[in-house]
């Protein structure tokens, strides 16, 4: 079981003195929507390596100032509360974020139509936490090299229960500033003969993979070699 709580609010303001995990909702695009949200919320990352491995956050902007002292920033869709996931193939991938109220009310317009196309086109995240050990920022889970973006289907497990809720009031980020932005909450299910491989870290020094989906024959294959 994987169960990655982030500090949302840090990714909107960002406390430096704290080393706790902050995740990205890095692209959405699906259930009927005319094209991928736009990335509309520029935040903070504490992580300022230029040896990312996960290509599609893009580019991070380095820290201000002649010391690069201040945090970095990147464009994205939203900030993570959460990211789960059971650990089997077809378990789901669970979500909670932060988004802007341009893009809620993108996703509340199909949903007050019968949302027929549970389709996930297009699906990327990218979350980093701190190694205590080494001192130092390192990519915790995200989709691998090669499939940076993830195709699946809303989590359906009934005709009127289709995993995908948008919080109707906003939510501001801090008292203090006058920005408000809006809970997503959506489950996504592997696609037919789609597998992918996710990534995942305890430190900057042990990582590992894990796959998800299922190809027709793939099991088949591995028992061959």
């Given amino acids: 079981m994987y169960d990655l709580t982030c500090d949302w609010k840090g990714g909107f303001v960002m406390d430096p003195r704290k080393k706790q995990r902050v995740g990205y909702l890095v692209s959405l695009n699906g259930f009927g929507l005319a094209a991928t949200l736009p990335k509309d919320v520029e935040v903070f990352t504490p992580f300022n390596n230029a040896t990312k491995a996960y ?81 130092e920022w390192f990519e915790e889970a995200h989709p691998a090299k090669g499939s940076e973006t993830i195709i699946g289907q809303l989590n359906a497990p009934g005709k009127t229960d289709i995993r995908l809720a948008v919080a109707s009031e906003p939510v501001k980020v801090a008292p203090n500033i006058d920005v408000n932005v809006f809970n997503v909450y959506f489950e996504v299910v592997p696609a037919a003969n789609l597998a992918y491989d996710l990534k995942f870290a305890t430190s900057s020094k042990m990582k590992f993979i894990k796959g998800w989906g299922l190809k027709v024959g793939t099991q088949a294959e591995a028992a061959a070699k």
Avoid: H, R
């Avoid at 380095?62 to 059971?86: I, Y």
């Fill in 55 to 135: 290509g599609a956050i893009g580019e991070v902007k380095p820290g201000e100032g002649e010391d690069k002292s201040t945090m970095a920033k990147v464009k994205v869709v939203g900030v993570l509360e959460s990211f789960s996931w059971g650990g089997g193939v077809g378990d789901p991938l669970c979500f909670s974020a932060y988004i802007s109220q341009q893009n809620a009310n993108q996703i509340q317009i199909k949903q007050q139509t019968t949302l027929k196309n549970t389709v996930i086109k297009d699906l990327a995240w990218w979350i980093v936490n701190y190694d205590e050990e080494l001192k």
